[in-house]
């Protein structure tokens, strides 16, 4: 995870993804870390390779995000959130496959292969949501995140454990959304 920090912390200008069709902890984890970015003193959008689940739109309205138009914006750091291969960003993932920019991945799910695309790695198959490892760099970092970053964490843990009732749902996610709930989030919301 240190290889990741310096990353983020070397970086100018972040651009973040997520899988196409991105869900609940696809946009949580992607706008945690956006938020993270962003106070940092980054330059940071977050673009998708097509639209979201649209049970997910009321995110936006707090956090805006672009959909791909087939070329990418100047960067110099790559960020993918709860994706796993560059493929699971349809055509995107080639343009970012020929790219010579650091490409960061943050994901909870098993890595194949070939996951030496990835210049480093938060990666933990033990947690319950992307969102929740986004989460947990934050305070790794001692960042103050805003309420939408929060909200979006609640999100991504909520939609992957299945509002805690999955058999992921551990200690350290009920935590996470225990201090998230504590912090304001209103989880009727």
Excluded at 47 to 66: H, M, Q, S, V
Excluded at 155 to 161: F, L, P, Q, R
Aim: contains cysteine.
């Amino acid at each position: 995870m240190s290889q990741a920090i310096q990353l983020i912390e070397a970086s100018k200008s972040v651009l973040i993804s997520g899988h196409l069709r991105a869900d609940g902890d696809c946009l949580g984890a992607g706008i945690v870390m956006y938020y993270l970015c962003q106070a940092l003193g980054k330059e940071v959008r977050i673009i998708l390779p097509d639209d979201p689940d649209p049970r997910y739109g009321f995110l936006k309205e707090k956090t805006a995000w672009e959909i791909w138009s087939g070329h990418l914006p100047a960067h110099d750091l790559f960020l993918v959130c709860d994706c796993n291969e560059l493929t699971r960003l349809g055509a995107m993932g080639d343009v970012v496959a020929q790219s010579e920019v650091p490409r960061l991945v943050l994901d909870h799910h098993p890595l194949p292969a070939d996951s030496d695309i990835w210049s480093a790695k938060i990666h933990d198959e033990t947690a319950a949501a992307s969102g929740l490892l986004a989460f947990e760099i934050v305070k790794e970092m001692g960042v103050k995140i805003p309420e939408a970053a929060k909200e979006a964490a609640f999100v991504a843990i909520m939609t992957d454990t299945g509002w805690l009732k999955y058999s992921n749902a551990d200690s350290r996610a009920w935590n996470a959304a225990a201090e998230l709930v504590a912090g304001g989030i209103q989880a009727e919301r």
